[in-house]
């Protein structure tokens, strides 16, 4: 058994005993507020629970129908804590507003007393415990438990100051306090429930993506990082990579780069996965043009001429399109063609899918635009 699933029965054999002795202790007293506060206990033991079965379920190695884990059971589990809170706290508060209406007058009891104030120092414990191992075992579902548990400590010693008050003569205390340990409750449940969803969600984790950001754009051989995102629970972390690389970069360099990137596992043992996506990119050097005789853009191929522009040098030149009216493979024919003239890039407005094809298998990109200036044109590349 691991240090995570051990703090989640101790928690529960814990707040099973505080649950049992405040609920009777609250019954015999007429306290509404020591029975909200038992209430509150027995949320705890239904959050602890749900809690040590995220756990144990997100332990569970990947496979075929999970092949990025089961960490999502954590959240889950977050998720119905923040349920269970909420609910508990609408009952608190019922239950109060029916004492205040009633004039229900609670009894002051020293062992009521004592009960609430053991009920403090307990819960204070478990909370420093259940937040000191989450931290140590980077629980996010533990940590929302120990955050529980601290609100108890509040709840409990509100409690105290709430008899205190009755044995003053202010019976209403009672359940006022009730109901200010409701919206505490009712705050911490809401809170829960948001960090639950964000993991959900798959909300990316920004702070954590921009360190690995500055750790990937130190690796010599990327042109550029275009898209880092994080998301997952905080033991538990799917990193997600697209970079480019120059078409200069060799295979060889590219698996460099990779091993380099699926190192950061070493640095950050949180990391479950990482998905690299790399993009190679091409050098625009020459671009071709289809123009007619006065050199306006036509945007198609079966232009009688191709305007030919080197993206470098500025320099421009016009060839002519022998192949215009081919009645058969024209578009290989035009590949041909644009190829031996060292073309990286050709603009049109239209294109069949075979002729396209053919221009690809030649390593031409394809660009679409209705309307074309050469002046257009950046010298320094598109």
Known sequence: MDEAERVGRVSVTANVFLTLIKGITGISAGSTALIADALHSLVDVLGSALVWIGIRIAQKPPDEAHPYGHFKAESLAELGVGLIIILTSISIVVDAVNSLISGEKPKFELYALAVAIISALSNEVLARYKIAVGMRTKSSSLIAEGKHSRTDVISSLSVVLGLILVYFGYWWADAVVAIAIS?????????????????????????????????????????????????????????????????????ERINEIMEKIERLKDSFPEIIRIIPVVRVSREI???????????NYVGDLNAKFFKVIDVKSGKCW????????????????????????????????????????HLKGKGIIVKFAEEFDLKDVRLNGT
């Open 183 to 251: 919206v505490i409750i009712l705050q911490m449940g809401g809170e829960i429930i948001k960090n639950a969803i964000d993991v959900l969600m798959d909300r990316v984790d920004e702070e954590f993506s921009m360190r690995i950001r500055r750790i990937i754009e130190g690796i010599e051989g990327i042109k550029s990082v275009d898209f880092v995102a994080v998301r997952g629970t905080w033991r538990s972390r799917i990193v997600e990579v697209h970079i480019t690389v120059s078409s200069e970069v060799g295979t």
């Open 285 to 295: 050097r020459r671009i071709a043009v289809p123009v007619d005789e006065n050199d």
């Open 318 to 357: 016009k060839i002519r399109n022998e192949f215009w009216n081919a009645q058969k493979m024209k578009g290989y024919l035009i590949a041909e063609l644009l190829s031996k003239n060292g073309v990286d890039l050709i603009v049109v407005k239209r294109i069949g899918e075979g002729a396209k094809n």
